[in-house]
């Protein structure tokens, strides 16, 4: 099977070549093949996709149908859908169906999207390997003893074992470029604001945003283009003109100006992924464009930046999860009441002990620690300091250059377990991607080649404020060029 992509399923859907409810079906089948094995998915909406494939169909029979009509996608469990269990990959939300539906589902829903199920992802979005969800982890479709990356992993496995033609995911330090990256597929995290985050279980408000995974940049912009926009439940949306994410797909890269920043080329970098991404912007050079060194001088304070601001904005919006208004509650806790602890402290104390996994306890932990009286200055006041610098950072880079292009990872992706018992290791890679949503600028992960044992490579691409449409014609032009994005995993 080669890959298919949602623009030609959308075209042979609407020419009436194919029913939704086969290509559903069709989906549904392979996803019972494969989640055993790959465990991308963790709820499977059988019932409510094939309802939502028939609903299509008689739109299209009837001419009135939406654009993206009957096209299967999947939601990253931590946005709300109404009626279907929402998990964010925790314990403490096994039992959570949503009264509502997230934004970017229902204007995924309106624009015609069957959803096939929600896919796995690490605990409340924190982790770079989708090995912290409770539901067990995630395989790399490319190599099943190698992680799919995080935390956007199930989407991103899902898309690249062809279980699904596109995924929604959620980047707070990588998310979605990442993943994308380890398992050889297409994402864009966009401009912060751009997607409202109404509905996405929040994990670091300030820095989470939604976005896309597919095989292709044209299938992101599609998508893209029914995921933004401005919403009034949420007090950080951007109030702007709809855009046409897919108006600039062709246009030419003649004169196009790429930054390299010199700090994501040199130490730490492995060789064969160095190569990889040579060879993808020799091909953009081929295209018209022109390279240049740039330099983001604070690179360094990006990962000490974001695990002081992200851990202290989790302790905060993890408060709410209690045992009492959502989730997971113990069953026994007399036996924590004391002199210092009321019924009610021991119950919150147990049923958060018991229902939130080890990386998000280090991080509530981290984050309360930081917010602390005497350590708030010193600690998260800093941090946003060094906020600050990385951002302009970017904008003295970007008066050089139209987009700034490097590695999405420093290595390609590593084996099960490798990193499990070592937090700090785990967290150093994401040096690439994290300065992004300090900045708060979109960035795009397309494939660039393989490394040395034959696992994808992602080439990163980030533009200024707005600069969606660019980051998405450049990645289509050299997705035209290239056919790195239609090589397949063998599962
Ligand atoms: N790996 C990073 C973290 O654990 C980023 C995760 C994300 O983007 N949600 O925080």
Sequence with gaps: MSIQ???????????KKISSRELVSDYLARIETLNSRLNAFITVDRDGALAAADAADTAIAAGKAAPLAGVPIAHKDLFCTEGVLTTCGSKILANFVSPYDANVVTQLKAAGCVSLGKTNMDEFAMGSTNESSAYGLVRNPWN????PGGSSGGSAAA???????????????????????????????????????????????????????????????LLLSHMAGFDTRD?????????????DLNRPLDGLRIGLPKEYFGEGLA???????????????????????????????????YYVIAPAEASSNLSRFDGVRYGHRAKEYADLVGDKVSPLEAMYMRSRAEGFGSETKRRILVGTY??????????????????????????????QCDVIAGPVAPTAAWKLGQMADDPVQMYLADIY????????????????????????????????????????????????????????PAV
């Design 370 to 399: 930081v917010l602390s009286h005497g350590y708030y200055d010193a600690y998260y006041i800093k941090a946003q300091q060094l906020r600050r610098l990385i951002a302009e950072d970017f904008q003295q880079a970007l008066t």
């Design 271 to 305: 060789d064969d992924v160095r190569v990889a991404i040579e060879a993808a912007l020799a091909e953009l050079r081929k295209l018209g464009a022109t390279t240049v060194e740039v330099s983001l001088p604070n690179t360094h304070l990006a990962i000490p930046a």
């Design 433 to 488: 991607t994290i300065a992004v949503n300090l900045a708060g600028l979109p960035g795009l992960s397309t494939p660039a080649g393989f490394s040395a044992d034959g696992m994808p490579v992602g080439l990163q691409l980030i533009g200024n404020y707005f600069g969606e449409a660019r980051l998405l014609n450049v990645a289509h032009r050299l997705q035209q060029a290239t056919d790195w994005h239609l090589q397949q």
């Design 5 to 15: 992509t949602l623009k030609s399923l959308a075209d042979a859907l609407a020419q």
């Design 144 to 147: 099943t003893e190698r992680v």
């Design 159 to 221: 898309v690249a074992a062809g279980m699904v033609p596109a995924a929604t995911g959620t980047d707070t330090g990588g998310s979605i470029r990442q993943p994308a990256g380890l398992c050889g597929v297409t994402g864009i995290k966009p401009t912060y604001g751009v997607v409202s985050r109404y509905g996405m279980i929040a994990y670091a408000s300030s820095l989470d945003q939604g976005g896309p995974i597919a095989h292709t940049a044209e299938d992101c912009a």
């Design 235 to 247: 007090s950080t949306s951007l109030q702007r003109e709809r855009e046409d994410y897919t108006r």
